[in-house]
């Protein structure tokens, strides 16, 4: 007989963004004349950069000559875009990390719920709170259920206290989906020693790194002294380069990274993601890599920066109007969300559904990031400009608060 896995039996019963999809749904099937306006889910809008086309194009022409036809790539990524990533994204800041630490993946999502493979079921695992759900999903797939939630609220800043009791797997995120704020490099610097001090490893997931404009806030945390003997870092190209549909991402695993196994052998984390890869990944496809690889030539740069300000700009323009409304909103800054403070007494739900049903607007429930996420709703500015100015001028004209 054939046995489940039980832990599935403990998780929610949907997705959040299954719901939101379903209750946004509902309202279009019932109000097929209105137009919504999405500012929900965190996908993306804007194409491709021009020289991520090109160099698709350029690797599907490949493709069509057995000379230069290419099957199975490496496991962990072709070296010309590790080699990419190396420079541009850790040398060029300050960071050495080798190739043979780098493993390109389809995407961020995918590493941040495998990670969990090179981990003990008995790890007790720390999240902010409000948090990206899959990390505290795939933790229970995983059979880890000793969880420490670290809060983050306006009570404090959205800076997470260290944990309270001992604490080996630590999710952080940041700039943080879904609030919107980021961590100095002194408050980072108090993660990374209490981990060195605990033997505490930290999964630091950098999804939305290319949003940070403050050039006093770390982009990786190895920008933090000691970080790679405790830290494993977590990029996608998606929010980057447009690449949500195109998946593409990678994880960073030091050498430097070593936990004591029970029989009191040393044994490297890169040495099993390596291992773990190998069984169960086939790798990302050469054209989705040199697309990648792409982003990384000076126009690359140029255009990913063009997409980021972009949204930036909404995020900006969005903050600004609804600050000058009344409401309190944070984030924004470094990243692409904003995390709007509900009016006093509303629950995150029913500030959703009001705004779904009296504006046509989609937002996301912060309740649905975890139970401090309650009282705040997620906007996000990956949206059209027009659209971020249409619901604008929607709340405007709201009477609300
Ligand atoms: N990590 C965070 C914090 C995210 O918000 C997201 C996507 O929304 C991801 C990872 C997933 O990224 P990818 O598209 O690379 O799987």
């Known amino acids: 007989m054939s046995l489940i896995n ?19 749904k509902d309202f ?25 086309i090109t160099a698709m194009h350029k690797a ?72 990206y759900p899959v990390y505290v999903d795939s933790n229970i797939m995983g059979g880890r259920f000793a969880i420490s939630h670290f809060p983050v609220t306006s009570e404090n800043d959205f800076v997470p206290s260290l944990p309270s009791e001992k604490t080996d797997l630590i999710y952080l995120c940041y700039p943080n989906n879904p609030t919107g704020t980021v961590l100095t490099g002194e408050q980072l610097k108090k993660w990374v020693e209490y981990a060195l001090e605990h033997k505490s490893v930290i999964l630091f997931d950098a999804a939305y790194e290319a949003y940070i404009r403050q050039p006093d806030i770390p982009h990786s945390i190895y920008e933090i002294d000691g970080a790679k003997k405790v830290a494993i870092e977590l990029r996608s190209f998606s929010k980057t380069a447009g690449f949500t549909g195109v998946r593409c991402g990678y994880t960073v695993v030091p050498k430097e990274l070593v936990i004591t196994a029970d029989n009191g052998t040393k044994i490297g984390l890169n040495q099993l993601w390596n291992r773990r890869q190998c069984t169960k990944f086939n790798g990302v496809s050469y054209i989705t890599q040199r697309a990648a690889e792409a982003i990384y030539t000076p126009q690359g740069q140029a255009e990913i920066r063009e997409t980021t300000d972009y949204y930036m700009n909404n995020a900006n323009y969005m903050k600004q109007e609804l600050t000058n409304m009344g409401y309190n909103v944070y984030g924004g800054k470094n990243a ?47 949206g059209k400009k027009e659209d971020c100015i249409e619901a604008i001028n929607r709340i405007k004209n709201w009477k609300n608060i």
């Open 6 to 24: 039980e832990n599935f039996l403990r998780l929610h019963k949907s997705y959040l963004f299954s719901d939101i999809a379903r209750k946004v």
């Open 336 to 382: 692409p969300y904003l995390w709007l403070k509900v009016p006093q007494g509303e629950t995150s739900w029913s500030f959703f559904d009001r705004m779904l049903h009296e504006l046509a607007i989609v937002t996301t429930p912060g309740a649905g990031f975890g139970p401090n996420g309650e009282g705040y709703v997620r906007i996000t500015s990956f």
């Open 28 to 52: 279009k099937e019932k109000n097929p004349d209105i137009r919504v306006v999405s500012l929900g889910i965190g996908d993306v809008t804007r194409p491709l950069p021009a020289s991520a």
């Open 60 to 131: 599907v022409d490949e493709m069509c000559r057995a000379e230069t036809f290419r099957g199975y790539g490496p496991e962990q990524g072709y070296d010309f875009l590790r080699k990419a990533i190396v420079k541009t994204d850790f040398i060029e800041r300050g960071v050495t990390i080798d190739i043979d630490e780098v493993f390109v993946s389809d995407g961020a999502k995918s590493d941040c719920g495998n990670i969990g493979d090179l981990f003990n079921a008995d790890c007790k695992v720390g999240f902010t709170d409000p948090v």
